[in-house]
């Protein structure tokens, strides 16, 4: 593990040059991942919390907390308990920083302007088998990411005057079959959608499912195409309204 943190070039990451500290990052998470006891455990905490992947007293998260969370992952797992412990507090205080901004997006290999709150969710549901796992904590942060749900589009056809989209539903919709604004990503590109609708939800534990778009020409939504929820980055909606599909 201590190797997988020293892969990372903390210092390329982006943050703000007054609290985003690269160099807490590899120590903290060091610390944490060697801890043997609660005072250790807290100390690297401590790194990690006060403008490592965090900013405790300004309530800001950085993008290094979304690439950390296979890590902060590791260390539930094979970690001190104590360090376990502080790794899920460290994991919820990220998504709940990054439920509040509005306007920070990460790359990721599904798409490249992602709200960090829903790239952390992601991350998170990726350790869905350990979290449920690890008491009342880990199942809270599964439900918290639960609710930044992304849509992978895998095939599109025309309905009415929009599309069916077919494609792997992960996180939870907002309330069944309710409509819901949207943010459609595609390569280059990233465009608001007023409508999105749960046409076929998944079942049986399967991602399958199937949307309803108004308005949408199954041609952009060529995959790959990947949907979150408008909500998550309503300072940008204004901006990426100007790129057109
Ligand atoms: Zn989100």
Redesign the pocket.
Known sequence: MLNAIDAVDWSALPGPALRYEPERVAAGLRALATATGLVQAADAGSLLAGGGLVHDHSGEVFPAAVTAVPLLLAIVRHGHPAAGATALGLLDDALAF??HDASTRVATPYAEAV?I??AL?DRVRGGAGLLDGSGPEGGRLLADAD??WRFDVEEAVAEGDGALAFGALAGRWPGGGTSVAAELHRPGRAVPLVQAVLHHPPEDGHPDACLRLPGVLPDGLAPPAVL??AR??PAAAGALAAVVL
């Open positions: 990054a439920t709200p709150c829903c969710a609710g930044h979150f929820p998550c980055a």
